[in-house]
């Protein structure tokens, strides 16, 4: 069992930055790949990135490929989305998920925890 718990959302105005955390509860950090995942009104939740177990593979959306950038500390059992070059499209709200898993998925259903959700608004 895991607890997610997400902070750094907030409004922008678009081409600005934002640093979203998660920090994970219990032991075995290490064992979870990571993802973020984010939810517009209105849509499907989509993949933006994920992170193997010990932070060797890095895995990007399209969209954000080049301004997102997901990283993961083990001694703070906290995984990060750094954003850059924001652009109003990027409002959803921004889940953090994990897994036990060697392999990384991209779809949310293949993740077993989830946090709150964190609103990232970007203003044109």
């Known amino acids: 069992q895991v607890q997610l718990v997400e902070s750094g959302g907030g409004l922008v105005q678009a081409g600005g930055s934002l640093r979203l955390s998660c920090a994970a509860s219990?032991?075995?950090?290490?064992?979870?790949?990571m993802g973020w995942f984010r939810q517009a009104p209105g849509k499907e939740r989509e993949f933006v990135a994920a992170?193997?177990?010990?932070?060797?593979?890095?895995y990007y959306a399209d969209s954000v490929k080049g301004r997102f950038t997901i990283s993961r500390d083990g001694a703070r059992n906290t995984v990060y989305l750094q954003m850059n070059s924001l652009k109003p499209e990027d409002t959803a709200i921004y889940y953090c998920?994990?897994?036990?898993?060697?392999?990384?998925?991209?779809?949310?259903?293949?993740?077993?925890?989830w946090g709150q959700g964190n609103q990232v608004t970007v203003s044109s």
């Open positions: 219990g032991r075995t950090f290490s064992s979870y790949a």
């Open positions: 998920q994990a897994r036990i898993a060697t392999v990384v998925p991209t779809d949310p259903v293949d993740y077993d925890y």
């Open positions: 992170i193997s177990r010990r932070g060797g593979g890095t």
